[in-house]
Nanobody
Framework: EVQLQASGGGLVQAGGSLRLSCAAS????????VGWFRQAPGKEREGISC????????YYADSVKGRFTISSDNAKNTVYLQMNSLKPEDTAVYYC????????????????WGQGTLVTVSS
């Protein structure tokens, strides 16, 4: 059974950093893409980053490019999202998701989702 557990959210001042973790079980990173999404109040869900080992690729939305970094630790079966230079507009519930394939192949249609973790950036 595929399970995902997101953690690491919290309250941070603008310009600060947070690292989100997505602990995974039931699959191997070699075969799956893992993505990070976020949803702010009153807004649509936004895909912000993805990593896939099958084609050694990473993806970032323009809104986070240069500030966020996605990485994975196969030994811990965990994907991380390092978030630097945070802005108030980064405030949202952040979710991790996984599906078999590459980031390009999966797109935004992930089969497995973890629960969200709230990130609040104060100005």
């Amino acid at each position: 059974e595929v399970q995902l557990q997101a953690s690491g959210g919290g309250l941070v001042q603008a310009g600060g950093s947070l690292r989100l973790s997505c602990a995974a079980s039931g699959f191997t990173f070699d075969d799956y893409a893992v993505g990070w999404f976020r949803q702010a109040p009153g807004k649509e869900r936004e895909g912000i980053s993805c990593i896939s080992k099958s084609d050694d690729s990473t993806y970032y939305a323009d809104s986070v490019k240069g500030r966020f970094t996605i990485s994975s630790d196969n030994a811990k079966n965990t994907v991380y999202l390092q978030m630097n230079s945070l802005k108030p507009e980064d405030t949202a519930v952040y979710y991790c998701a996984a599906d078999r394939g590459s980031c390009l192949g999966v797109g935004d249609y992930y089969k497995y989702w973890g629960q969200g973790t709230l990130v609040t950036v104060s100005s």
